[in-house]
T-cell receptor, first 109, second 112 residues
Framework: EDQVTQSPEALRLQEGESSSLNCSYTVSGLRGLFWYRQDPGKGPEFLFTLYSAGEEKEKERLKATLTKKESFLHITAPKPEDSATYLCAVPQKDYKLSFGAGTTVTVRA | KAGVTQTPRYLIKTRGQQVTLSCSPISGHRSVSWYQQTPGQGLQFLFEYFSETQRNKGNFPGRFSGRQFSNSRSEMNVSTLELGDSALYLC???????????FGPGTRLTVT
C-alpha cells in the first residue's frame, strides 16, 4: 500500500514566525496530492490540489509546493487562527485516498 | 453550491443497538467515502461508493456497512454497537474516484 508520511507531528509557532510542513509519499504515477485543514471536532476543509512537480498553489498565508517525492505546506507570518491540523492525501492505484497522520500547528499570539 | 451534509450531527446510543448515519453529497458528485476518526487517531477509511457500487472497503468488521442510492446520497449502518465505536464519522464526496474529496461536518457518535 502507498505510504504518506507527514512531519513534524506537531509544530508550535510564535505569531509571525514562518515555517514549513512536509508530506512525503510513495506512489507510482501520482494522480494528485491534496492538502486539508482540520479544526478540532470538525470535518477536514479542502485547501489545495497539486498534480505535477514544480506546481505551486497559494491561499492567504499558505503556499503548497510539490516535488517528485514530497510536498511542502509553507505558512508565512502565521496568525493564531492558522492553528489547526494539516493533512495531506494521495490517491492510491485503486483510487482510495491515503491520508497522512497530520501535523498539528499551534500559533501563539 | 451547498456543501456535504450529514445527519444527525450528534447521536448517543447504547451498546448492542444499531445506528444509521446519512450523507448528502455536493450536487453533481458521484463518489462518497466514509471515515472514522477517534481522538489521537488519523482518518480511518471505512468504504467508498461510486454509482451505487462499493468500490473500496477498509479494515472494519462486517458490523459496518453502507450503501449509496441513485441520487448519490449515502448511508452507513453500524450494528451491535460497541463502546469502541464512539467516534466522529465523516462523509466526503468527490466528482469521481481519486479526485479531491470534500468533507461534511461529521456525526459525533457516543456509545454508552
Amino acid at each position: 500500500e502507498d505510504q504518506v508520511t507527514q512531519s513534524p507531528e506537531a509544530l508550535r509557532l510564535q505569531e509571525g514566525e514562518s515555517s514549513s510542513l512536509n508530506c512525503s509519499y510513495t506512489v507510482s504515477g501520482l494522480r494528485g496530492l491534496f492538502w486539508y485543514r482540520q479544526d478540532p471536532g470538525k470535518g477536514p476543509e479542502f485547501l489545495f490540489t497539486l498534480y505535477s512537480a514544480g506546481e505551486e498553489k497559494e491561499k492567504e498565508r499558505l503556499k503548497a509546493t510539490l516535488t517528485k517525492k514530497e510536498s511542502f505546506l509553507h505558512i508565512t507570518a502565521p496568525k493564531p487562527e492558522d492553528s489547526a491540523t494539516y493533512l495531506c492525501a494521495v490517491p492510491q492505484k485503486d483510487y482510495k485516498l491515503s491520508f497522512g497522520a497530520g501535523t498539528t500547528v499551534t500559533v501563539r499570539a | 453550491k451547498a456543501g456535504v451534509t450529514q445527519t444527525p450531527r450528534y447521536l448517543i446510543k447504547t451498546r448492542g443497538q444499531q445506528v444509521t448515519l446519512s450523507c448528502s453529497p455536493i450536487s453533481g458528485h458521484r463518489s462518497v467515502s466514509w471515515y472514522q476518526q477517534t481522538p489521537g487517531q488519523g482518518l480511518q477509511f471505512l468504504f467508498e461508493y461510486f454509482s451505487e457500487t462499493q468500490r473500496n472497503k477498509g479494515n472494519f468488521p462486517g458490523r459496518f456497512s453502507g450503501r449509496q442510492f441513485s441520487n448519490s446520497r449515502s448511508e452507513m449502518n453500524v450494528s451491535t454497537l460497541e463502546l469502541g465505536d464512539s467516534a466522529l464519522y465523516l462523509c466526503a464526496s468527490s466528482l469521481a474516484l481519486g479526485f479531491e474529496q470534500y468533507f461534511g461536518p461529521g456525526t459525533r457518535l457516543t456509545v454508552t
